[in-house]
């Protein structure tokens, strides 16, 4: 029993003051006291309390340590190389990521010091070029292209293009496209040049050639016959004699950031599983050994 400030001492006088926070201090211990007994009880059963840790998820590490490999490729691969990469990492572990152009303007930006760790073109000039510039360290064919004459709809040939019928015929640029040169020598050779000139429209590569069919805007284009091996319409695959053979070489750039990964994307091209991807979309096979290891120029 609480006998009061003075504790049941007759001789103890509290001032009002004091008699008044002793009376407040009781009420504050009767209410609280029960909660804090609740609260020890809960903390004794937990045992401990658990602070969140900040970590690493597996997925983030994965995408950290994920190895890959930068191609810089021709747009006549753009089909190619997309049903290709995963192929391609699915053998090694490597991710292959693509970045699609004209071989000419790739080559500049070779030149013009590129992230790429691969090379792949539509001709040999430009990467025999490249390697005399010490910006390869290797190269070698790995393909041989087909050109094609694509009609979205209709009938006709090669050497029908002159027709009235055939109001836009696209190519992409012969300066840029090594497609390009070759569908303006096949033109020449068929004798059928000076009639269709002035019905072209020039792309800025075989891609972008390719969609002006896609939409409506080219009664007929001229270009990979990779690109379109599966397009509507009718697709005839020119003769080969009527331009220079179009050999497809890649390469190895020089002081890439991923040299191992390049060379492993250059030796599944040339001897693993790309080979038959390139057959599925219509190219053909060229006999080659590996591309040799050239040494690395002083100060590239």
């Given at each position: ?247 497809h070489e890649v390469g190895v750039i020089s002081g890439g950031k991923h040299l191992v990964e390049a060379r492993a994307f250059v030796e599944f091209l040339l001897h693993g599983g790309g080979q038959g991807v390139l057959q599925e979309f219509g190219y053909q096979a060229v006999t080659t050994k590996a591309p040799a290891v050239l040494k690395l120029p002083?100060?590239?």
């Amino acid at each position: 029993m609480w006998l009061g400030p003075g504790g049941g001492d007759p001789g103890f006088e509290a001032s009002g003051e004091v008699q008044e926070w002793s009376v407040r201090r009781f009420w504050l211990r009767l209410i609280w006291a029960p909660i804090f007994a609740q609260a020890l009880s809960l903390f004794g059963q937990a045992g401990s309390v658990t602070l969140p840790v900040q970590t690493t998820s597996a997925q983030n590490i994965i995408q950290q340590t994920k190895r890959e490999v930068v191609v810089g490729a021709a747009a006549n691969f753009s089909e190619a190389f997309r049903a290709m990469g995963p192929k391609f990492e699915a053998a090694t572990g490597i991710h292959a990521i693509f970045s699609f152009g004209s071989t000419a303007q790739l080559a500049q930006q070779v030149e013009q010091g590129a992230p790429f760790d691969v090379f792949a073109a539509a001709d040999a000039e430009h990467p025999q070029k490249l390697e005399r510039e010490g910006w390869l360290q290797s190269r070698a064919v790995f393909a041989r292209g087909v050109l094609a004459l694509w009609l979205p709809s209709g009938e006709g040939n090669l050497g029908s293009l002159g027709e009235g019928r055939f109001r836009v015929i696209a190519m992409a640029k012969p300066e840029l496209a090594p497609y390009g040169a070759a569908a303006v020598e096949a033109l020449k050779r068929a004798g059928v040049w000076e009639q269709v000139k002035a019905k072209v429209v020039y792309a800025e590569n075989v891609g972008m050639a390719r969609q002006y069919g896609e939409s409506g805007n080219a009664d007929a284009v001229l270009t990979a016959y990779s690109l379109v091996i599966h397009a509507r319409g009718k697709i005839l695959r020119i003769d080969p004699r009527l331009h220079r053979p179009l050999d497809h070489e890649v390469g190895v750039i020089s002081g890439g950031k991923h040299l191992v990964e390049a060379r492993a994307f250059v030796e599944f091209l040339l001897h693993g599983g790309g080979q038959g991807v390139l057959q599925e979309f219509g190219y053909q096979a060229v006999t080659t050994k590996a591309p040799a290891v050239l040494k690395l120029p002083v100060g590239r």
